[in-house]
């Protein structure tokens, strides 16, 4: 995912800071959750061997299902991410969410 480790003392609001034995011993500093899903859907990209773009419907429902299993859609501008990646519109990638719901 991305994580960085830090020294306990350097931890900002957001990392998180790991204990042993009473004692802060680290801080995991993640990534922002945008730059996860820029990275995950790289990875798609790299797993499929062409762009998400040129996927055909069924193969860019498919990542849809899998980008929502990851929360992908709970980040900021999700949506339009997904969407630009996959070369269709906001509403293109909101019927297929809908059409997995059962909508």
């Not at 830090?6 to 011993?25: H, I, K, Q, S, Y």
């Not at 820029?38 to 798609?44: K, N, Q, T």
């Amino acid at each position: 995912m991305g994580g960085q480790l830090v020294a306990p003392d350097e931890a900002g609001p957001d990392d998180v800071v790991l204990a042993w034995e009473g004692a802060d011993v680290v801080a995991v500093r993640l990534p922002q959750l945008a730059d996860s899903l820029d990275h995950i859907l790289a990875a798609m990209e790299r797993k499929r061997g062409k762009p998400l773009a040129e996927l055909d419907r069924k193969a860019k429902q498919e990542v849809v299902r899998i980008l929502e299993a990851r929360g992908a859609f709970s980040v900021r501008h999700g949506v339009e991410t997904v969407a630009g990646a996959l070369g269709v519109s906001r509403f293109t990638v909101y019927n297929y969410l809908n059409r997995e719901k059962g909508v």
